[in-house]
């Protein structure tokens, strides 16, 4: 019901006032996340909750899948104002085990719109065909997809012309890919991240 998220809105914002009177007026008067998040539509995954941050800490953009495709303009404009205007430090690409996108992307069925997004992530599937195929558990070979798309994106964002001209400043910027657990609420380094190096310029 719409009624209870106002008066659920009410209540926290009634007790973020008692706890710390300054809250809200600090929290308004600027914005300087250190961290650009790019994360999956799914509600299970907030960003701000599952890392501790509090608002104001982390730039959110969030697509299904979690995908960085390069003729999105949502996603490029996020990004680019996160890294000039911002000047956030560090950008997370952040998936999820249990990923329903990903699971659509290679379910053999048809899904409308949505296949044209998703076409990254088979992209992923068929190049990684081999690895994938050698994993006899299908839970366990949907995760490790996952994870591949994730590092995926991570590398495609490393060649955008917004990262590759934020490098070639010298603004040390570093590109991380983390995946979360649903069923444990933890998140895990992919070890893929992307930085300032010469080869990237």
Not at 73 to 101: D, F, P, Q, T, W
Not at 102 to 108: L, S
Not at 140 to 157: A, H, M, P, Y
Request: proline letters at 3%.
């Amino acid at each position: 019901m719409l009624d209870d998220l106002l008066d659920h809105n009410l209540r926290w914002a009634t007790e973020r006032s008692k706890e710390d009177p300054e809250y809200f007026s600090r929290l308004s008067s600027l914005q300087r996340p250190d961290f650009l998040w790019i994360g999956c539509s799914d509600s299970r995954v907030p960003a701000n909750v599952i890392t501790g941050l509090e608002p104001g800490e982390v730039f959110v953009h969030r697509n299904v899948a979690n995908l960085v495709h390069r003729g999105d303009m949502n996603l490029l404009s996020v990004l680019e104002y996160a890294v000039e205007s911002l000047e956030v430090k560090r950008i997370i690409v952040c998936g999820h085990y249990g990923c329903g996108g990903v699971r659509a992307a290679i379910d053999g069925q048809r899904h409308g719109l949505i296949d044209h997004w998703l076409q990254p992530v088979r992209d992923v599937a068929t190049k990684a065909h081999e690895e994938l195929s050698s994993i006899t558990n299908e839970e366990e070979r949907f995760n490790r997809l996952c994870e591949l798309s994730i590092e995926t994106q991570v590398e495609t964002l490393s060649r955008t012309p917004t990262i590759q001209s934020a490098w070639r400043d010298g603004k040390d910027i570093e590109i991380h890919g983390w995946v979360y657990g649903l069923t444990d609420g933890l998140l895990r380094d992919l070890d893929c991240t992307c930085g300032l190096h010469p080869d990237k310029i």
